[in-house]
Every structure is written in structure tokens, then in C-alpha cells.
């Protein structure tokens, strides 16, 4: 290929012009096929993210109990099956005040358990525990469970879901660590 | 624009792919074959890589279920963005395909072109 440097040659030109059509109608292609591979985070469409799901009646929650509620994902698609139900732990304080708490621990977001007879969430994976309030009790999370904002309304417990709080989002706002020694 | 050259000479330094592609442009061809008699192979060839993009694409949501094929083509068509274009280029581009590997196969029988210099 002779493509002088002083003078554009015709066949030069032609490789140019062939190049950018050809790139063009690459472009063009590639916009859909981007905007095809970011559709799960293009937030604003989907509705449902940030809505008011129901736990069921307040009654299948008893007085001073902590019972385990599963509740579907509203941002969901029609193929995610099982993988689209999120389990959480609601304790009834009192009859009137309600605590929900997301079933992961606060460390690296295994399922934690409710023991009845030690009054404690413990975590399976790294030993992690927690009080009856969510707050921490010992183990490797550096804070208590999190929890979901909740409102009572016509005898049902809703809760907020879709904007599920995760340690890397939250706790590193929200906890001071102190620097590595 | 001076750091986009630099790029591609280290690129090109590292994969030696410049020198081989301006050797086959360059490759001198009977006058004759500039013709658009010849385009239907690299217009194949497209066709192909478009119908293996796409396919991709589609295989990541689509679920081969009898009971769930329909609705994640529902969601397909209508809740994935540029779904439906995806999802209809993948179909367009099936059937053009058969057409141009057709007429090309056709143009190479009927030129020749499978004989010696070109084999």
C-alpha cells in the first residue's frame, strides 16, 4: 500500500473513506448492543424499585416474636423464579413497634438465624451474632443488621424493599473505622 | 490525536497485525473482480458476525422453557431496552443471511472462482 505522505494519494482517500463508513455503520450498531448490556441498571424505567411490599397480616406476627417473612422482589423478571424471593426477619417489639431486618449479616451477607432460646441472630458462615434489637453482639460485623423502613396500613405490615442497604454502601458511610494500625 | 498514534504503534508493535492486513489489501487482483459481483462473501461474513452478536445477546435472557419462552420474550420486547431491535435484527438477519451464503455460493459456481489461483 503506497500512501505518500505528501501528497493523499486517490487510493489513500478511498481507504479513509471506506474506513470511516464502515466504522460509522459499526458505531451505529454498537449503540443498541450497549444500551442492550446496561438495561439492568437503567433504573429510572423499572417500576417497582423502591416500593411498598406487603409481609402480610399483623397478626401472623405475635407480640414479642421474631418470625421469619419472605416477600417477592418487585424489580423482577418473569424467569427469575425462587432466586426472586427475599426471606427477612420481623419482630414484633410490643404489638405496636416493628422491627424488619434484611436476613444478611452485616459482614459478608450470609443468612442469619433467629435462636428463640439464646435471644440471638447468629450467623452460619463467621460466627457473627446479634441481639434481639439487631444490634451487634460479637463476631466480625463491624455493625448491626440492617434494617428495612416498615408501615402498618388496613391490619398488613409493609415494607420498603428495592433499595436493599449492603455493607459496601452503607457501612462505609455510616462507620468511622479507625485507621489500620 | 499524537497519543492515539503512539497507542496504535505499540498496539500494532505488540500484535503485528498492521503489516499482514496492508499486504492482503494491497494483494494485486485481476481489474476484472472489482465488481459487485464479489461483495456477497464479506457480505456473508458480516451477516455471520452480526447473527453470532446478537445471538449471544438474546441466549443471555431468553429462556428455553416451555413454560417460561413466552414470558421472557414478552420481557424481551418490551421491558429490555433496544430489546425488540436486537431481537429483530437476530430474525431479519437469519433470513438474509440464507439469502447472500445462497448467491454467493451461486456467483462462486458460476464464476469459477473455486478453480486454481482462487482456491
Known sequence: MTISSERPSRRGIFLKLGLLLNGAVGLLLAIPVVRYLFSPIARERKPGYRAWVSLGAVESFPAGQTRLATYRNPVVTPSDGETASIPCWVRNVDGKQFQVFAINCAHLGCPVRWFPQSNLFMCPCHGGAY??????????????????????????????VGDMPTPGAVASLSVRRAPCA | MRLMGRMGRWFDQRLQLGKPMMETLAHPVPRETASWFYVFGSAALTVFALQVVTGILL?????????????????????????????????????????IVLIHMVQVFLFGAYKFPGS
Open chain 2, 59 to 99: 441466549a443471555i435472557l431468553y429462556v428455553p422453557s416451555a413454560a417460561e419462552a413466552w414470558n421472557s420474550l414478552q420481557n424481551l420486547n418490551h421491558q429490555v431496552t433496544a430489546g425488540w431491535f436486537i431481537r429483530a435484527l437476530h430474525g431479519w438477519g437469519s433470513n438474509f443471511m440464507i439469502a
Open chain 1, 131 to 160: 441481639y434481639a434489637d439487631g444490634s451487634r453482639a460479637s463476631g466480625p460485623p463491624e455493625r448491626g443488621m440492617f434494617e428495612q423502613r416498615y408501615k402498618l396500613e388496613g391490619g398488613n405490615l409493609f415494607i420498603e
